[in-house]
Structures are given as C-alpha cells and as structure tokens.
C-alpha cells in the first residue's frame, strides 16, 4: 500500500509540473487547470489511503480522527464550490488572495499542531525538520495576514494609498530580527514552548506592516510574491512532514510565484525592495488640478463614426473595464467592427488589472478570440500605423510621463505605446488619476479624446450608433 502512495504521488506531481507548462498558454490554459485540479484530488487520494487502518494502509501519517477529516472537507466544499461559481470576476484577486490566506494558514497550523504535539509526546524532531518547521509557519502565518490585508486593499475596504509613518521599515526590521532572534531559540531549546506563541504573533503582526505601507498599483506584483511565500510554506511543510509530493508541490509553486514575481518587477522597472518598501503611489494629483488643463472629449455618435472609418483599432483594456463588468459588451464592438473589415487587436500589459492575467481572463470570458490578444512586446510596434487605440479604464500603463519624466515615479516602467497611434480614445469615469496618484499627460494630447462615463454603458451607446450607420 505505502509504494502504492508513492506512484499517486509520482503522477500528481507530473500533473502539477504539466499544468504549469499548460497554463502558460491560453489555449491549452484549460487543460492546465483540469490538470492541477487532478493532480491535487489524486494527491488528497494517496494521502487518505495511507493513513492507518484504511484499506490496509501501512500509513504516511498518525491521523485516526475520521470524522474530523470528513468534516472539514465537507466544509471546504461547500465554501469554495459557491465561490468559484458565484465569485464576480472583477473580484478574481480578492478571491486569489482570500486562497493564498487559506493555503498559508492551514500549513501554519500544521506546523503549530506537529511542534505541539511533538512536545506533548516527549519527542524531539531532527534540527533540520524543527527549522523546517519554524520556516513554515513563519511564512504561512505572515502570508495569511498579508493576503488578508491585500484583499482588503483590492475589495478598497482599506485604503488603496499606502499607510506610511515614521521610521516604518525600521521597525518592520526589529521585528523581523525579533521573530528570528525567538525562532532560534525554539530550535536550540524546542521545550520552551511559551515562545511559539509569541513567535507565531510576531509573524502575524509582520505579515500587516508588510502590506500597508503598498500601494494599489504594486498588488498584482504583492500577489505573485504572496504566492511565492504560501507555496514556500508548503514546500517547507513537506520537509517538517517527511512528504515528498508537498515538497515537490510547494517548490513549484513558490518558484512559479518568485518566477511571475519577477516578470512583473520587470514589466515595471522596479525592484523587489522598491515595491516592498518604496511606499509607491503617495504622490497624488487632485481633480481641480487636472480640470486646469484642457482636453478634447468626445460622444458615443462622434466615437461611433470615427470606429467605422478606422482602418485598424487596438483595444487597450484596464481595471476600469473590469469594474463595468464591460467584457461582453467589447466582444459585440469587437464582431461588429471586424464584420465591417476593420482589423482589432488587444494590447495587453503585464501588470495592467490587479493581477497577473486579469484582463486575459476577462476577455476570455467574453470568448474573444486567443489570436487577437498581444503581449506589450509584440503590440507596440503596431500602434504608430494604428489608426484608433481605444484605451478602457487603463491609465498608468498608457501614461507616457515613463518614457520622458525623470522625476516621475514610474519612469522606465515598460508601457504600451497608445500615444503612437493616429488617434486615441479613452473611456475613464473621470479625469482622477490612477493607482499610482500621478496625472496622464496623454489625455491632454490634441489626437486624444475622452470619452466620460461608464465602460458599459459607453460602449452600449457606441454599439446603438454603429448599426445606425449601416448602408448610410
């Protein structure tokens, strides 16, 4: 029975390590999914079948308490199913935050539960599994606070500005030292068990004082690095546990997240420490400040008219087209200005959205086609021979200040080229700043127009115009 694990751990790991490869392109994005969800069943399988006494088992673990084990997966079904299917898609970075917290604080509680329980039976674990186990609750336990406090920022029931005051990442540092300082001596001394309180509360505290002082425009980027840490935890569980699969499993994801961490770090031009710590998005640009500058606005029948005689439109896509739940109704604009010949493309930025992928999901959702959808890289050649570049609810990663102001805080953060294309539009409730709190000198530019209001219902009105015009 125990080799009969094994080989189930062997394939949910080649279905883990397949749904990587598969989720790295939409078409096969599906397949990805179906597989991870696979491998992780066939890996809750193995590990039930070897507990002692089911089925013969020879047992991985001392787990007997049935009924709990049933309950709680009863529970978790019936909390994530709902989720999944009623959970809006402008809320997929809550969700995937409010997971991350779950995963990190059910490896913390193992770890606490197995540091306990060791000691309740006079036993002591090998040094190089005690500190694996103090590295996994110290970062299951700060990424379940951290991710708790990124949901709050991404759902705006916490301010979306970073909370700063003096001397902040020094005191974060002393705290650091203080939870590390306390992690030794549990670990030298593992029958002082009145520390592990005190050191799990430490972390708890540390996984706040990590997020507040980071701005909106840095979540997606905080979501990959919460990933990193959550999948650290488990790979860290594995080791304190003697499970193999759940190193395996926890080393993919942790350097899958570090990986997406880093590409988005990129598509930014910042740091790690930057974002962590640059407190990015104080600076802030009021209304009447902007209302000072002209601009040129346009309405849906003037948007609709220049649309028809386009040649070419790039659709740059932004979290304001995810706050309108506006998907759909881009995809009719999308078939009734590719019915009429004009060629449309999607621009997509990496970091555009609140999390890596957002708006690929969204416009997946929307069945636009996977061919129509192009990365910066490959996109911004495209945008000086563009004739429309029609920009929804997207601001930073359009804002041209990256390119030319060296006093700005996003300069040289990679953006797409709209300000290249013959003309812009660009549909935005308001003249108000972005997450970073900085002004968009391309909404003042002669070829802009902005179009105010909301991305569906503007959207709706340009589609009643289009037709209006048919064999005019």
Same mark, same amino acid.
């Given at each position: 029975?125990?080799?009969?694990?094994?080989? +189930?751990? /062997?394939?949910?790991?080649?279905?883990?390590?397949?749904?990587?490869?598969?989720?790295?392109?939409?078409?096969?994005?599906?397949?990805?999914?179906?597989?991870?969800?696979?491998?992780?069943?066939?890996?809750?399988?193995?590990?039930?079948? %070897?507990?002692? %006494?089911?089925?013969?088992?020879?047992?991985? %673990?001392?787990?007997?308490?049935?009924?709990? /084990?049933?309950?709680?997966?009863?529970?978790?079904?019936?909390?994530?199913?709902?989720?999944?299917? +009623?959970?809006?898609?402008?809320?997929?970075?809550?969700?995937?935050?409010?997971?991350?917290?779950?995963?990190?604080?059910?490896?913390?509680?193992?770890? @606490?539960?197995?540091?306990?329980?060791?000691?309740?039976?006079?036993?002591?674990?090998?040094?190089?599994?005690?500190?694996?186990?103090?590295?996994?609750?110290?970062?299951?336990?700060? @990424?379940?606070?951290?991710?708790?406090?990124?949901?709050?920022?991404?759902?705006?029931?916490?301010?979306?500005?970073?909370?700063?005051?003096?001397?902040?990442?020094?005191?974060?540092?002393?705290?650091?030292?203080?939870?590390?300082?306390?992690?030794?001596? +549990?670990?030298?001394?593992?029958?002082?068990?009145?520390?592990?309180?005190?050191?799990? %509360?430490?972390?708890?505290?540390?996984?706040?004082?990590?997020?507040?002082?980071?701005?909106?425009?840095?979540?997606?980027?905080? /979501?990959?690095?919460?990933?990193?840490?959550?999948?650290?935890?488990?790979?860290?569980?594995?080791?304190?546990?003697?499970?193999?699969?759940?190193?395996?499993?926890?080393?993919?994801?942790?350097?899958?997240?570090?990986?997406?961490?880093?590409?988005?770090?990129?598509?930014?031009?910042?740091?790690? @420490?930057?974002?962590?710590?640059?407190?990015?998005?104080?600076?802030?640009?009021?209304?009447?400040?902007?209302?000072?500058?002209?601009?040129?606005?346009?309405?849906?029948?003037?948007?609709?008219?220049?649309?028809?005689?386009?040649?070419?439109?790039? =659709? =740059?896509?932004?979290?304001?087209?995810?706050?309108?739940?506006?998907?759909?109704?881009?995809?009719?604009?999308?078939?009734?200005?590719?019915?009429?010949?004009?060629?449309?493309?999607?621009?997509?930025?990496?970091?555009?959205?609140?999390?890596?992928?957002?708006?690929?999901?969204?416009?997946?959702?929307?069945?636009?086609?996977?061919?129509?959808?192009?990365?910066?890289?490959? /996109?911004?050649?495209?945008?000086?021979?563009?004739?429309?570049?029609?920009?929804?609810?997207?601001?930073?990663? @359009?804002?041209?200040?990256?390119?030319?102001?060296?006093?700005?805080?996003?300069?040289?953060?990679?953006?797409?080229?709209?300000?290249?294309?013959?003309?812009?539009?660009?549909?935005?409730?308001?003249?108000?700043?972005?997450?970073?709190?900085?002004?968009?000198?391309?909404?003042?530019?002669?070829?802009?127009?902005?179009?105010?209001?909301?991305?569906?219902?503007?959207?709706?009105?340009?589609?009643?115009?289009?037709?209006?015009?048919?064999?005019?």
């Amino acid at each position: 029975m125990a080799q009969l694990v094994q080989y +189930i751990y /062997i394939v949910s790991a080649a279905l883990f390590i397949l749904s990587l490869k598969w989720l790295n392109h939409p078409a096969s994005s599906r397949r990805g999914v179906w597989s991870g969800a696979l491998g992780m069943l066939l890996a809750v399988i193995g590990t039930i079948v %070897g507990f002692p %006494g089911l089925l013969g088992g020879a047992g991985i %673990g001392n787990v007997h308490n049935w009924g709990w /084990i049933v309950a709680a997966m009863a529970i978790g079904t019936v909390v994530g199913v709902p989720i999944a299917y +009623i959970m809006p898609m402008t809320a997929v970075p809550q969700r995937t935050a409010l997971s991350h917290a779950c995963g990190a604080l059910a490896a913390a509680l193992v770890g @606490t539960a197995e540091f306990y329980q060791t000691n309740a039976l006079h036993e002591t674990l090998p040094t190089f599994q005690l500190v694996a186990l103090i590295i996994e609750t110290l970062l299951g336990y700060l @990424t379940f606070t951290g991710s708790l406090m990124a949901m709050g920022k991404l759902q705006e029931v916490l301010p979306q500005r970073p909370i700063t005051y003096r001397n902040q990442n020094a005191v974060n540092f002393v705290l650091f030292v203080i939870a590390a300082g306390l992690a030794v001596r +549990i670990v030298l001394v593992p029958t002082d068990t009145f520390l592990f309180p005190i050191f799990a %509360g430490l972390a708890l505290l540390f996984g706040v004082l990590l997020i507040i002082p980071i701005g909106g425009a840095d979540m997606p980027t905080v /979501i990959a690095i919460l990933n990193a840490y959550a999948g650290l935890s488990a790979c860290a569980m594995g080791f304190a546990l003697g499970n193999n699969l759940l190193v395996v499993a926890g080393a993919l994801d942790g350097s899958s997240g570090l990986i997406l961490s880093i590409i988005m770090c990129k598509a930014m031009n910042r740091s790690f @420490t930057n974002v962590l710590f640059g407190a990015f998005g104080q600076m802030q640009t009021s209304h009447a400040q902007a209302q000072q500058r002209p601009y040129r606005s346009a309405s849906a029948e003037e948007a609709a008219a220049i649309l028809e005689s386009a040649g070419s439109v790039i =659709v =740059v896509p932004g979290y304001g087209l995810a706050v309108a739940q506006a998907q759909h109704k881009i995809r009719e604009l999308f078939d009734n200005l590719m019915r009429r010949g004009v060629d449309v493309k999607f621009a997509i930025h990496p970091v555009a959205g609140r999390m890596p992928g957002h708006m690929n999901v969204l416009l997946a959702e929307a069945d636009i086609p996977y061919d129509r959808l192009y990365e910066m890289d490959d /996109i911004n050649g495209d945008f000086p021979q563009c004739d429309v570049a029609l920009v929804i609810g997207a601001n930073d990663v @359009t804002n041209p200040s990256a390119r030319t102001d060296k006093t700005s805080p996003i300069f040289g953060m990679p953006i797409l080229d709209v300000d290249k294309a013959h003309t812009v539009m660009v549909i935005k409730r308001s003249m108000n700043p972005g997450f970073a709190g900085i002004d968009n000198p391309l909404y003042y530019m002669d070829k802009t127009l902005m179009l105010f209001g909301d991305a569906k219902a503007f959207v709706t009105e340009i589609l009643k115009e289009l037709p209006a015009r048919v064999g005019a």
